[in-house]
């Protein structure tokens, strides 16, 4: 079985240790981080957020080191700037019009085209690429990974509260994107070549400039070989991300080795997938989700059990059954977005609520 490395990008918030509010003074952690970490830190278009990359990772215990390492220099270098680091989907008070855009050329033609729509982008996501061997194969992959989203989406949701207000919704921040073009579920594509062909056609026409701004829940880097999941709020913790990255990677690996056995996942229509990624947004793993193949409603939790039991033969080839079953943890402690409503009921202070995402942000580091 092939690699399937792992690539793995986490976007933070920088807070005022004082107010609890976001801080646009990225720009200090970025040049300070650059000496040390190149380019595995860099500026995002609000200056509150900043974004860490790992390299390409061989297997899931390498991508838990290098996460592990980018967060703690990033900590320490908001520490030496009288900062803090958050990772949550959204920040639980700050107003994105308070905030201040990082100065380039690339983030002024995007306002310049989106106006608001870019300006309120103010959220926090976690992007992990998987590796594959040809783009063909690729696309057979991601046709049929798009019906899990939604599972991984709910394990991932940790954005509860957005401008000071508690929305309902785990994840708000699927809400705040969705205002973008060429967000959300992908369509299916028969072909890498159909999907290329896609891109060139909005190029040609300027919808866009490159395949970089196709900003799919997932979608075929438009450079490297990889698969691109992009649907995920940052989680708290290191854990979280790594068993979601873990999780990715074993349905890729599960879905590749069906293929090379003529066998294959069934396909779903994007409008069905849909309706499980708001019910994901919504409730989280409190969710009922649709099992489309029984026409039914199932509760979350019975569906993570047949999502371990689909890649279960794959884990030890992957080494990754210890970060796959973490899962289980996630289901008994609740996602970050469970962890924040429960801080807010108890104190009834967003501020409060700031300080458990700092630190939940440290554990484990």
């Known amino acids: 079985m092939p690699l399937f490395t792992i690539g793995i990008e986490e976007e933070f918030q920088t807070i005022d240790p004082v107010t609890r509010e976001l801080r646009s ?4 952690i970025v040049e300070g981080g650059q000496i040390i970490l190149q380019e595995r830190v860099k500026a995002e278009m609000h200056q509150a957020v900043v974004e860490v990359g790992t390299n390409i990772c061989h297997n899931i215990q390498e991508a838990r080191a290098e996460v592990t390492e980018l967060r703690r220099h ?22 994105w019009q308070d905030q201040l855009i990082t ?4 983030y002024d033609s995007l306002i310049d085209e989106m106006r608001d729509v870019a300006r309120g982008n103010l959220i926090f996501g976690l992007h992990v690429h998987v590796g594959i061997q040809t783009r063909n194969e690729g696309i057979q992959i991601l046709n049929a990974v798009r019906y899990f989203l939604p599972h991984i989406y709910a394990l991932s949701t940790n954005s509860p509260f957005w401008c000071g207000r508690n929305t309902g919704f785990k994840s708000y921040r699927s809400k705040v994107f969705d205002k973008f073009p060429r967000t959300g579920i992908p369509e299916f594509f028969a072909s890498a070549n159909e999907y290329d062909e896609y891109i060139d056609l909005l190029v040609k026409t300027k919808c866009i400039d490159s395949g970089k701004k196709i900003w799919w829940d997932i979608r075929l880097h438009p450079y490297y070989n990889t698969i691109e999941f992009r649907i995920c709020d940052i989680p ?3 854990d979280e991300t790594i068993c979601l990255a873990a999780l990715m990677q074993a349905l890729v690996a599960k879905i590749y080795k069906l293929m090379k056995q003529n066998l294959n996942f069934r396909s779903y229509r ?3 997938i849909n309706e499980n990624k708001w019910r994901a947004a919504r409730y989280g793993i409190q969710a009922k989700l649709i099992d489309f193949g029984k ?7 019975d569906l ?16 990754s059954r210890q970060e796959v079953a973490y899962i289980k943890e996630i289901l008994k402690n609740g996602t970050g977005a469970d962890r924040q409503l429960a801080v807010f009921e108890e104190t009834n202070d967003l501020k409060s609520v ?5 630190q939940e942000t440290k554990f484990g580091i």
Request: charged residues 25%.
């Open 354 to 358: 700031v300080d458990y995402i700092v």
């Open 270 to 272: 994007k409008v069905l």
């Open 25 to 28: 003074h990225m720009s200090k």
């Open 103 to 106: 100065p380039s050329p690339h």
């Open 236 to 238: 708290m913790r290191v």
């Open 295 to 301: 026409q039914e409603e199932v509760p979350y939790s």
């Open 304 to 319: 993570c059990d047949e999502l371990l039991d689909f890649v279960d033969d794959v884990l030890d080839e992957l080494g």
């Open 74 to 95: 990033i900590i320490d270098l908001a520490d030496q700037n009288n900062l803090l680091v958050a990772a949550a989907g959204t920040h639980p008070f700050s107003d």
